[in-house]
């Protein structure tokens, strides 16, 4: 039987907070130094989930992994800008990797009136509290949709713990092309959340990773 072609869309904030959040060796840390470098969670994923498949059942390959970030303002956050755009730069150095931003969304603080206020020095708007991301499930979704129609692709993994993402992946099997699957963060003290069709009774593989798995996946070098 043929090796399945793999492609991992990643919702990178949502892995790298849930299975920082997860797991005791990290979830008391800082959460910058728990960063999930994309390859290594790929192919951690793929790797468990292919020795988890019964005798007969086909390996998966890796082929691509499509990352989706939020993106800090250069005006606002500078260092975290920088750091941002240097792994992003550091990720893709293996073209199997592409890093798709999307700009974070910030609140300003308004005066009396309504108008923005702004810095004095640089006449930029002050933020109100920390930004949020905006848009990267439908990026998400869109990806994994756009993949599954792919002739040269036979598996979507969809890495995300998003049950916005939930229509996706119910589109993705009602189409019959590419086959879909799921991944969880596991810790046996924990009920794992695990993504799931609409439809229960359409049962689709989910590759649980436990905090050993997620250990080996973060992203060891210095942005700073």
């Not at 800008?81 to 992003?88: E, F, G, I, T, V």
């Not at 798709?100 to 002050?126: E, S, W």
């Not at 799921?182 to 009774?201: H, I, K, Q, V």
Request: net charge positive; with cysteine; glycine share 4%.
């Amino acid at each position: 039987m043929s090796d399945l072609r793999a492609v991992v869309v990643v919702d990178y904030q949502n892995v790298h907070l849930t299975g920082h959040q997860r797991f005791d060796k990290t979830k008391y840390g800082p959460k910058h130094e728990a960063l999930v470098d994309p390859l290594f969670f790929a192919q951690q994923l793929l790797q468990v989930r292919n020795a988890r498949q019964r005798p007969g059942h086909p390996r998966a390959v890796l082929r691509q992994v499509d990352v989706y970030r939020g993106e800090p303002s250069p005006d606002h956050e500078p260092k975290a800008y920088a750091r941002n755009q240097a792994q992003k730069a550091h990720w893709e150095r293996d073209k199997r990797v592409t890093v798709t931003l999307r700009p974070l969304k910030y609140r300003y603080q308004y005066d009396g009136d309504g108008k923005a206020l702004r810095d004095p020095g640089t006449g930029i708007k002050i933020p109100a509290g920390p930004p949020s991301e905006k848009g990267v499930d439908v990026l998400c979704a869109l990806a994994l949709v756009r993949h599954a129609l792919r002739e040269d692709v036979d598996l979507v993994i969809l890495a995300s713990l998003d049950s916005d993402l939930v229509p996706a992946v119910d589109e993705v099997l009602s189409l019959g092309t590419a086959k879909v699957e799921t991944f969880s963060w596991y810790a046996p003290a924990d009920n794992a959340y695990e993504l799931r069709p609409s439809d229960r009774s359409a049962r689709i593989w989910n590759t649980r990773l436990t905090e050993t798995n997620f250990l080996k996946c973060v992203d060891r070098n210095n942005y700073s």
